[in-house]
């Protein structure tokens, strides 16, 4: 990442940034991405664990297979009907279409908490050390594999995982989550789905905007993400940082265009921004966000003098999807209309 006052980061370095914050999402930093590994179970309302999954009875039964090309160029064989599928870092979207995966990603010690109303009691896949070894897939059986961004299919990844099962690479599906909502239910068969899905997301985030409106015109909100390694600003692009976007909230001049800029102790008198949303990763930020709290720089920034600063909760926040978006749109409103 890069310093408030150096604003190049590369699209490719952000594929990988984009992987390290969403396993560092569950309490873990290294530099690799969460993933889920799922069974998937369809079902005409959202699935709950089970162990055998079961097939969805609706268009998805009955299609052909199919060939498509994925956003990386890989020719890729879709199967007619897919049971079971492996999905690194796509729950949400999978939990959206009513898809039960057959593993779910965990830092090692626990999976995204505000999934598990879904799926708990789903296996779960440990990313603690970096993506796991196909040896740890192969048992699962997956029928399709889906990974979120490039990155999987760097240093030999994909060519491993693509002889388990027919996998399909996003550039990034953790920028445009209708589309990449879509494109999975594509992959699925489960267009219909999507389609309710989407319009449901889009009536909620047209009426929280509304909702808004008296505190966000004109107004700039900043959403800080804090973990063991850093403080960072997250840009419009994902996570909590897109959802402000959305609902009409302007961004800080420190990180438009960016998808994440690092805060220093410096630059503290640059952060223009009228509301401040802190996650601190479940505590593992504490030791950054003690120190940048302590400076008078910090104390002397409006929002701070406003009590507009509010210390998030929740890794949804810290994730992309439908669900988590929304639950994010709540939050928000708790925040600014008490």
């Excluded at 990974?147 to 030999?156: K, R, S, V």
Aim: charged share 20%; net charge negative.
């Amino acid at each position: 990442m890069k310093g408030f006052n150096t604003k190049t980061i590369s699209y490719v370095v952000m594929v990988a940034l984009l992987s390290i914050l969403l396993t560092a999402c569950g309490g873990n930093n290294t530099a690799n991405q969460q993933a889920t590994d799922t069974p998937v179970t369809t079902s005409e309302t959202s699935a709950t664990a089970t162990d055998e999954p079961a097939v969805q009875e609706t268009e998805a039964a009955a299609r052909e297979a199919f060939v498509v090309t994925d956003q990386v160029g890989n020719t890729v064989n879709i199967p007619g009907t897919v049971q079971k599928v492996y999905a690194p870092g796509l729950e949400d979207y999978l939990v959206t279409l009513g898809v039960t995966p057959v593993a779910q990603w965990s830092t090692g010690e626990r999976p995204q908490q505000y999934l598990q109303d879904t799926l708990s009691g789903v296996k779960e896949i440990s990313f603690a050390n970096g993506v796991p070894s196909p040896e740890s897939v192969v048992d699962l059986e997956p029928e399709l594999i889906i990974f979120p961004t490039a990155f999987y299919a760097q240093n030999g990844v994909y060519e491993n995982y693509s002889q388990i099962a027919p996998t399909y690479v996003f550039k990034n599906a953790l920028g445009n989550v209708v589309e990449a909502t879509e494109t999975i239910a594509k992959l699925l068969g489960l267009e219909d789905k999507a389609t309710e899905a989407i319009a449901a997301y889009n009536t909620k985030l047209e009426a929280t905007k509304a909702q808004l409106a008296s505190v966000s015109a004109g107004k700039k909100a900043i959403y800080i993400n804090a973990n063991a390694r850093a403080i960072f600003l997250v840009g419009n692009f994902h996570y909590g940082g897109y959802v402000l976007s959305e609902l009409g909230f302007a961004q800080s001049a420190l990180v438009e265009g960016e998808m994440s800029a690092d805060i220093s102790l410096e630059m503290l008198s640059d952060l223009d921004a009228d509301y401040i949303f802190i996650n601190d990763n479940d505590g593992l930020g504490d030791a950054f966000l003690a120190d940048i709290k302590a400076s008078p720089l910090w104390k002397a920034l409006p929002a701070v003098q406003a009590g507009k600063v509010f210390e998030v909760d929740g890794d949804h926040w810290r994730s992309s999807g439908l669900i988590a978006y929304q639950k994010t749109m709540d939050d928000i409103v708790a925040f600014l209309l008490p």
